[in-house]
């Protein structure tokens, strides 16, 4: 698509749930160039629900969101104490690497669930795209079950067809609280999902950080420095150095779900019956699909994204991030 048509493409009007978390911030970076980003709500994710907060505020000002509503969250899953935060990759504050920052207001709310059902019942054309844990989006379904035929769909960040990120059946944000997710699967909803294996097709090395840093502005070596941490973690967690450390992918998960809706041509989709395993001892947080060719297609309700232009999506988030 040339450059005069990618500015002629509808931005979907979206509001993005998070946990920010590196990646979060990418895909706001995202949303901020390609959607109309309607609201920011924040829930307990990768760090608790004041730094996830904080840090969906720095990214307002990062990329020039002054005017975008941000409103706080469910402190934790719906059943109580959560397993942990994801201090490895993100950090103790959350987003750890670049110089800790104020940001330059504070949160317009602290009652994320009952502003999204509000947002809903008052947007026509609303995407909902959640990229933590799903607490804020179960508790919105829960308490107004109208807005699932409302919304023109959810697009998640979370699950995986194959294997787990925190155990080896759960991804992040689902394990984090399977319950939530559980409801959300089952709430008839529109779904996309995009999981482990699709988000691994869209990764960075050491040269998108280095593409951020050469640009030279405030945004883009701020984003510099959060990829140096993150892509780091993913160097760290194989135990590489040098140029293998360099080389190292770091999955752009967060990102995948906004692309997912504003760039689909990107991407390959298949329709199947997904359900969020919360009992089994093993598996509880996984994203179970059947996947058997003779599945009943009446079943299948979720739009699994399953494979990425991993290269082009890499590139359409630095670009967004040059600014
Ligand atoms: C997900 O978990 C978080 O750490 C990331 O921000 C992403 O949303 C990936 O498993
Ligand atoms: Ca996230």
């Known amino acids: 698509m040339t450059v005069a048509a990618e500015s002629e493409r509808i931005r979907p009007r979206v509001l993005i749930d998070c946990d920010p978390g590196h ?14 980003i309607v609201a920011i709500t924040t829930v307990a994710g990768n760090s608790p629900l004041v730094n996830t907060t904080r840090n969906a505020l720095i990214a307002t000002d990062l990329f020039a969101l002054g005017q975008v509503p941000v409103h706080s969250g469910a402190a934790g899953p719906l059943n109580g104490s959560s397993g942990g935060f994801a201090t490895g990759a993100h950090g103790r ?25 509000e947002t809903v019942r008052r947007e026509e054309g609303l995407w909902l795209v959640p990229i933590g844990p799903l607490t804020n989006i179960a508790l919105a379904l829960r308490r107004a079950p109208d807005i699932a035929s409302r919304v023109t769909g959810i697009s998640i960040m979370g699950g ?14 689902i394990w ?6 559980a409801e959300v699967f089952n709430s008839g909803a529109a779904l996309r999902m995009c999981g482990l294996d699709l988000t691994h097709q869209v990764a960075a090395d050491g040269r998108f950080a280095d593409a951020l840093s050469a640009h030279g502005t405030d945004t883009s070596q701020f984003c510099a ?46 329709r199947l019956h997904v359900v969020v ?30 494979s990425a232009d991993g290269p082009r999506a890499v590139a359409m988030v630095l670009d967004a991030l040059l600014l």
């Open 23 to 36: 990646d979060d911030v990418l895909a706001i970076g995202v949303a901020a160039r390609h959607c109309h």
């Open 93 to 117: 504050s959350g987003l750890d690497g670049p110089l800790p920052r104020t940001p330059s207001r504070g949160a317009d709310g602290d009652d994320a669930v009952s502003f999204i059902i």
């Open 160 to 173: 995986s067809l194959t294997h787990g990120n925190v155990t080896s059946a759960a991804e992040f944000n």
């Open 176 to 181: 984090f609280d399977p319950e939530a997710a």
């Open 225 to 270: 420095e959060l990829m140096h941490f993150y892509q780091g973690y993913a160097a760290r967690t194989q135990g590489l150095t040098g140029e293998a450390a360099y080389a190292a992918p770091a999955p752009l998960h967060d990102p995948c779900a906004v692309l997912a809706i504003t760039h689909p041509e990107l991407f390959s989709i298949q």
């Open 277 to 306: 395993e919360t009992a089994g001892t093993q598996t509880r947080g996984m994203t179970h699909a059947d996947t058997r060719p003779w599945a009943n297609p009446a079943e299948a309700t979720v739009d699994v994204v399953v």
